[in-house]
């Protein structure tokens, strides 16, 4: 019996020492934890808010050089209509035999 006595307090005072240790550790690793989640979202909400204006602003940017480029090359077809238009008017007032299409076909030789 004073065996078995002796290794309950030996128990008990194990318990008793570890026990601070052990909580110690946890309170210390879920505080890390924590700290760390919020270190990220302070740099995921910095990401957010650098990231996306800057890549919105520039969509629109491209946005806009699209539709100026878009205008630029309906112009550049309106205007190549009329000047073939022009050419096919002119063709037909000095009567020559040659259409359009054989004039512009036709290579110029170099001399």
């Known amino acids: 019996m004073p065996v078995q006595s002796m290794q309950n307090i030996a128990e008990h005072t194990m318990f008793k020492a570890a026990l601070p240790i052990v909580c110690a550790v946890l309170i210390g ?6 700290v760390s989640i919020q270190e990220i979202d ?3 909400h910095r990401i ?3 990231e996306i204006p800057r890549v919105n602003a520039e969509l629109a940017k491209s946005a806009r050089l699209l539709e100026k480029l878009e205008e630029q090359i309906t112009n550049m077809r309106i205007n190549h209509a009329k ?3 022009q050419l096919e008017s002119r063709i037909k ?3 020559t ?3 359009f299409r054989d004039i512009t076909t036709d290579k110029v030789e170099m001399k």
Not at 29 to 34: H, L, V
């Open 83 to 85: 000047m073939v238009q």
């Open 97 to 99: 035999k040659n259409t």
């Open 29 to 34: 690793s879920i505080s890390w934890i924590f």
């Open 48 to 50: 957010e808010e650098s």
């Open 42 to 44: 302070k740099s995921l």
């Open 93 to 95: 007032e000095t009567g």
